[in-house]
């Protein structure tokens, strides 16, 4: 704990002080515990945090302590308060930390649960939940334990919520406001769900099949609880994994810093006005923030060079969409959005790279990232220019609607931006670099004659139509600027 700011060192003591003062009552003579009861939940909610510090399940079981309240309301329904704050103490003590100080946050972690339980027990028992249960014999009294049970949950919820923001301010020195701002509204619909589930197994417990049959309903709930956990990990290492790519990206490219994600917001502001579901928002935006990772393959010398490019440059960094959908070929989540990062320097007019495709031949999130990387090239200022105004980048986009853009996504943009708005002072870089093709955003004008561009990687076929949709996709959507 030597690791931890005085304050929340203070904090975590108190709090501890206050968990044993709730947990004596359950521990001097005579006070009647319920041990065997006591004994069984304790074992059940060990049973339920193990997992995550065994080596033979490793990370795969990301259930933390006190991650599974179910449980520890189920215990506040069926114990005294003092002995259902027990039940918390040993899981929370051995179960999984990822981040030190080991010690204070796992004392913490028992701590807070152990005054949390006791608190929604205190709430049950005195809202006469304890009677509503029923008990061997006979039957819970059904619909009237519902609401003990919802008012336990919310004290929970509360207290929690309470104790939550107090270390945040203790720890992290955050204001009172933003520590606690959002905490409240986000638990309160999970744990009145966590309650009704603990009801559930209280009644099951307490009816003639006694303690197995409450397994009904943990052993589904735990399923639940990991299926969804593991949901919010694999997002992570997505996140993560975006990320640490668009950081490569903006070390080698400096003088784009932060384009790529004004690129993904812009996509997402005009995808949403075509009406996408939020799934495919989501990977939509992953190829506006990664549509330039292909400057990964190129040259460091080529990128930076200030001044204009030879014909030979030029064709190097050309080369970028299919280095890039190189690198993120393997990358399953990515979905759509590879084809985006291939097929973005596409035009509506077949004169783009880097195999010319056309019209509805361009995929839709290939057509969608273009106009948003066309859009922020024009109104970001540059060391060497600066940005134009919104409006005046809307006209040039409108303008090249049909021959560069697809007009849809323009339309979309302008729809997106007169409802949101969009910030256009930012200075992306300091060094000038390279005049890269399609880094203005202005509309080019098609060489006569000029021949299509190889692609350059024999080894990529040119895209063909997938069977499962995700690749070149009908409807308008909008091709990519051979300058950007």
Avoid: N
């Avoid at 027990?121 to 249960?133: E, K, Q, R």
């Avoid at 638990?187 to 197994?201: F, Q, T, W």
């Amino acid at each position: 704990m030597r690791t931890t700011r005085g304050a929340a060192r203070a904090y975590i003591a108190a709090v501890a002080l206050g968990a044993l003062c709730c947990v004596l009552p359950a521990l001097r003579s005579g006070a009647g515990t319920p041990w065997i009861t006591v004994a069984l939940l304790t074992g059940l909610y060990l049973a339920c945090e193990l997992p995550g510090r065994c080596p033979f399940f490793g990370s795969s079981v990301p259930i933390r302590a006190g991650s599974f309240f179910p449980l520890l309301l189920a215990a506040a329904f069926l114990l005294p308060p003092a002995a259902a704050a027990l039940v918390a103490v040993p899981g929370s003590l051995v179960g999984r930390v990822e981040r030190p100080p080991f010690t204070a946050r796992r004392v913490w972690r028992a701590a807070q649960l152990a005054v949390t339980v006791w608190a929604a027990s205190s709430v049950h028992g005195l809202s006469g939940g304890t009677a509503t249960l029923g008990g061997s014999g006979t039957g819970p009294d059904l619909p009237y334990a519902i609401l003990p049970a919802c008012a336990a949950a919310l004290a929970f919820s509360l207290v929690l919520t309470v104790l939550d923001g107090s270390i945040l301010v203790a720890a992290e020195r955050l204001p009172l406001r933003r520590a606690w701002s959002g905490l409240l509204p986000r638990s309160l619909g999970p744990h009145l769900v966590h309650g009704l589930a603990g009801l559930m197994m209280a009644v099951l417990w307490r009816g003639p099949y006694g303690p197995l049959s409450a397994l009904i309903v943990l052993l589904p709930m735990y399923i639940s609880c990991w299926v969804f956990a593991q949901y919010h990990r694999e997002h992570a290492v997505h996140r993560a994994t975006i990320r640490a790519l668009v950081q490569a990206v903006d070390i080698k490219d400096t003088y784009t810093r932060g384009h790529s994600e004004r690129v993904g917001r812009a996509s997402v502001l005009i995808a949403r006005e075509l009406g996408m579901d939020p799934g495919r928002l989501e990977v939509v935006r992953f190829a506006g923030i990664l549509h330039d990772v292909g400057k990964l393959g190129v040259p460091t010398r080529v990128l930076r060079k200030d001044g204009p490019l030879t014909s030979e440059e030029r064709q190097v960094i050309e080369l970028h969409p299919e280095y890039g959908h190189e690198i993120v070929r393997g990358i399953g989540f990515l979905g759509e959005a590879r084809a985006a990062i291939l097929h973005h320097h596409e035009r509506l007019d077949g004169s783009g790279y880097p195999y010319g495709l056309s019209g509805r031949e361009i995929p839709e999130f290939a057509r969608v990232v273009a106009v948003a990387d066309a859009f922020d090239a024009m109104t970001s200022t540059r060391s060497y220019r600066r940005g134009r105004p919104v409006p005046a980048a809307l006209e040039e986009l409108k303008r090249c609607a049909g021959t560069q853009f697809d007009p849809q996504m323009v339309r979309a943009l302008a729809r997106g931006l007169e409802r949101h708005g969009w910030s256009a002072v930012t200075t992306a870089g300091t060094a000038a670099g390279p005049e890269v093709p399609g880094s203005r955003g202005e509309c080019e004008q098609a060489v006569p004659g000029r021949p299509r561009p190889s692609g350059g990687l024999g080894h990529i076929p040119p895209p063909q139509p997938p069977a499962d949709g995700l690749g070149v996709l009908p409807g308008p959507q909008p091709s990519a600027d051979r300058r950007r």
